[in-house]
């Protein structure tokens, strides 16, 4: 594309983000500072409505930018934004960690992050193959109940109730920790099979012919926890855009961040180790038309995933993945420091 035509498809995707409204020759030729007429410029926003980069809406004499154009402004025409300081202070205060807990850290510091950018944030969390569960508790909470609790090194806690329907004694439920502690104790969880889970059975009913049942109890809790996890928050954050008024279009979108699935599936499939822009259909389909999402993948010795922002296809998508590259950096950074503590 000549540059003029670059110029000008900047500045018309630029003003449309800013304002909302569709785009004027007269905003094109202020924004762009071009020392060319206002017929100039008209010819030439009628040339990229031509090539498919922009669209004029029925209702006005303006244009807006079509999905090609915002696909080939990230892709040619986007500048790095550098994060600011004081929003980078921001961030670093909402991945504080009260908790000691993985898992809690991140749904807190999900939250905060769509408050800050007032976005939907959505992210993915698995367990790589050095994680494993360094420490089994058990906990009698009645006379026949009992609460497993797993620990593992990345700082996952999953608890697990169980009730048996016999006398356990002290020592009873001693022997059980031991056997418990030996299997799963500093082995790497997703390796396990369910040939390790039948042996541990067997281990179980010559402990005590009654303490069977608590392999697959066991074998749930693990599953449970080399699952990839799924993090969303802020969607009531999409009701603010002008975009999604209308009442279908926010549905499709809330119907799809109800099953965790499929944004597992949206965001492990999105680009490759660096951070990646889908624009409309490229995200999920027709219903994801209106839509603009920046994922960017992170990972450490103990666990990897992805951050995103989902939002209208009206963002800011440079200040945006500034913010989003930034946040996934400190969130593995956080990781890194739990590795080493």
């Not at 007269?26 to 020392?35: C, D």
Request: aromatic share 8%; with cysteine; glycine share 6%.
């Amino acid at each position: 594309m000549k540059e003029r035509l670059n110029v000008i498809l900047k500045a018309a995707v630029e003003a449309y983000v800013d304002t909302g409204d569709p785009v004027s020759s007269k905003l094109i030729l202020e924004r762009a500072a071009l020392k060319v007429s206002s017929a100039t410029v008209r010819n030439d926003l009628a040339e990229l409505e031509g090539a498919g980069y922009l669209e004029q809406p029925h209702t006005s004499a303006g244009r807006i930018p079509t999905e090609k154009g915002y696909r080939y402004y990230v892709d040619h025409l986007l500048q790095a934004a550098i994060l600011p300081v004081e929003r980078a202070a921001v961030i670093d205060e909402a991945i504080e960690d009260p908790t000691g807990n993985v898992d809690e850290f991140l749904k807190h510091a999900l939250s905060r992050f769509s408050e800050i950018t007032g976005y939907t944030a959505a992210a993915v969390m698995a367990h790589s193959d050095e994680d494993r569960i360094i420490k089994v508790e058990l906990v009698k909470t009645a006379d026949n109940c009992l609460n497993l609790v797993a620990i593992t090194r990345s700082g996952t806690v999953k608890n697990s109730f169980c009730r048996f329907y016999f006398l356990a004694s002290d020592e009873d439920i001693a022997d059980l920790s031991e056997v418990l502690n030996s299997f799963l104790g500093d082995v790497s969880f997703s390796r396990l099979t369910d040939e390790d889970f039948e042996a541990l059975e067997s281990r179980l009913s010559a402990l005590h012919q009654n303490w069977n049942f608590v392999a697959g109890v066991v074998k749930n809790m693990v599953n449970s926890i080399r699952n990839p996890k799924v993090f969303v928050s802020g969607q009531s954050n999409l009701l603010s855009h002008p975009e999604f008024y209308e009442v279908h279009k926010v549905q499709n979108v809330m119907n799809f961040l109800s099953r965790e699935d499929e944004i597992r599936t949206l965001l492990s499939n999105q680009g490759g180790e660096e951070l990646s822009i889908s624009i409309g259909s490229e995200i999920a389909g027709i219903n994801f038309s209106d839509m603009g999402l920046i994922v960017r993948k992170y990972g450490s010795r103990s666990g990897f995933g992805a951050i995103s922002l989902l939002g209208p296809k009206r963002m800011d998508y440079g200040a945006n993945a500034s913010q989003v590259e930034y946040f996934a950096k400190c969130i593995e950074q956080y990781l890194k420091d739990r590795e080493g503590s």
